[in-house]
Nanobody, 128 residues
Framework: QVQLVESGGGLVQAGGSLRLSCAAS????????MGWFRQAPGKEREFVVA????????FFADSVKGRFTISRDNAKNTVYLQMNSLKPEDTALYYC?????????????????????WGQGTQVTVSS
């Protein structure tokens, strides 16, 4: 059974930082692209960032470029999301997700249906 478990969320002031983690089990982690999505109350789930299986390519939403970074440790079956310079509009439930896709179409990485497995989410709240 595949499980993705996010952690590291919390309450932080604007301008602060948080690091989210997503621990995976039940799948060959090193074969999967990993992504982070977020969903704010009353809004649709939106793409944040993705990293290919080797960590060689990353894809970012424009709203987080220059502030967020993603990394992975295939030996620990874990993907990380480092969030800096947080803004109140970053407040959301953050989900990690796993996909077998590793092609060249950047738009595919940001597409919700690309991802097969999802975690339950971790809440990030940024106060102004």
């Amino acid at each position: 059974q595949v499980q993705l478990v996010e952690s590291g969320g919390g309450l932080v002031q604007a301008g602060g930082s948080l690091r989210l983690s997503c621990a995976a089990s039940g799948l060959t982690f090193s074969s999967y692209t990993m992504g982070w999505f977020r969903q704010a109350p009353g809004k649709e789930r939106e793409f944040v960032v993705a990293i290919t299986w080797s960590g060689g390519r990353t894809f970012f939403a424009d709203s987080v470029k220059g502030r967020f970074t993603i990394s992975r440790d295939n030996a620990k079956n874990t993907v990380y999301l480092q969030m800096n310079s947080l803004k109140p509009e970053d407040t959301a439930l953050y989900y990690c997700a796993a996909a077998r896709y590793s092609g060249s179409n950047g738009n595919t990485y940001s597409s919700y249906p690309t991802y097969t497995y999802w975690g339950q989410g971790t809440q990030v709240t940024v106060s102004s």
